[in-house]
């Protein structure tokens, strides 16, 4: 059984394009995650993905089980088992979705302000791509509560203006979601992060073009 056989491409492509806002205050085991990451996401083929970002969630949960009170290592954690739930696309999906909210909810819990409160975008575009009660946890108005937050700790942040436009999508008002991706083709540069930045602007472009079409 495919759990999420039955979505629309754009929730199970959504989980796989979950990415980060990477802060230089993140110790040197988290970026090496950080850079697996992007490498992964950027570089290998799809049917890569999910032997890869297995291995990774290992290492995420190893990290994390020595680091307990690094709020950076939970919300890493949650952002590579979002990704992976996205590559499996499978019953399994739901087991890593749900592990991934509960990492994220960790990491506010220990700090909510860490990497300038990076895990409220991760849970807010969470609770947008996963499916509603009965199958899942989704749930637009609580999206809305993390989103809101990412963007006032964050307001130039890449991620959080491409994922609060994702939300905006999601109800159909294009032209307030144009106005978000806009601002993240404009987000300023990650030192270190090139290869994601590259990723994140392409994604925002794709989306801009879609909408505009939408909204005409």
Same mark, same amino acid.
């Given at each position: 059984?495919?759990? *999420?056989? #039955?979505?629309?491409?754009?929730?199970?492509?959504?989980?796989?394009?979950?990415?980060?806002? /990477?802060?230089?205050?993140?110790?040197?085991?988290?970026?090496? /995650?950080?850079?697996?990451?992007?490498?992964?996401?950027?570089?290998?083929?799809?049917?890569? #993905?999910?032997?890869?970002?297995?291995?990774?969630?290992?290492? =995420?949960?190893?990290?994390?089980?020595?680091?307990?009170?690094?709020?950076?290592? #939970?919300?890493?954690?949650?952002? /590579?088992?979002?990704?992976?739930? $996205?590559?499996?696309?499978?019953?399994?999906?739901?087991?890593?979705?749900?592990?991934?909210?509960?990492?994220?909810?960790?990491?506010?819990?220990?700090?909510?302000?860490?990497?300038? $409160?990076?895990?409220?975008? *991760?849970?807010?575009?969470?609770?947008?791509?996963?499916?509603?009660?009965?199958? $899942?946890? $989704?749930?637009?108005?609580?999206?809305?509560?993390?989103?809101?937050?990412?963007?006032?700790?964050?307001?130039?942040?890449?991620?959080?203006?491409? *994922?609060?436009?994702?939300?905006?999508?999601?109800?159909?008002? *294009?032209?307030? =979601?144009? /106005?978000?991706?806009?601002?993240?083709?404009?987000?300023?540069?990650?030192?270190?992060?090139?290869?994601?930045?590259?990723?994140?602007?392409?994604?925002?472009?794709?989306?801009? =073009?879609?909408?505009?079409?939408?909204?005409?």
């Amino acid at each position: 059984m495919r759990l *999420y056989s #039955h979505l629309p491409l754009f929730v199970i492509s959504g989980l796989m394009l979950l990415c980060f806002s /990477v802060q230089a205050d993140v110790n040197t085991e988290i970026k090496e /995650v950080q850079k697996e990451w992007a490498r992964i996401k950027y570089t290998l083929g799809k049917k890569q #993905h999910e032997d890869a970002l297995e291995k990774l969630t290992l290492k =995420a949960a190893l990290i994390r089980e020595n680091q307990p009170d690094n709020a950076d290592a #939970h919300l890493w954690e949650g952002i /590579v088992l979002s990704t992976y739930a $996205g590559a499996i696309g499978t019953l399994r999906a739901l087991d890593a979705v749900t592990k991934s909210r509960d990492a994220l909810e960790k990491s506010l819990k220990i700090d909510p302000e860490a990497s300038k $409160g990076a895990a409220n975008t *991760y849970l807010g575009t969470l609770y947008v791509l996963v499916p509603e009660w009965p199958i $899942g946890f $989704g749930d637009l108005d609580l999206a809305k509560q993390y989103l809101d937050k990412a963007i006032m700790l964050n307001p130039d942040d890449i991620d959080a203006n491409l *994922y609060y436009g994702d939300f905006l999508k999601k109800k159909k008002k *294009y032209k307030q =979601a144009e /106005v978000f991706y806009k601002k993240a083709l404009s987000a300023p540069a990650r030192p270190g992060r090139e290869v994601a930045d590259e990723g994140r602007r392409n994604e925002a472009k794709e989306r801009l =073009a879609e909408i505009l079409v939408k909204s005409k």
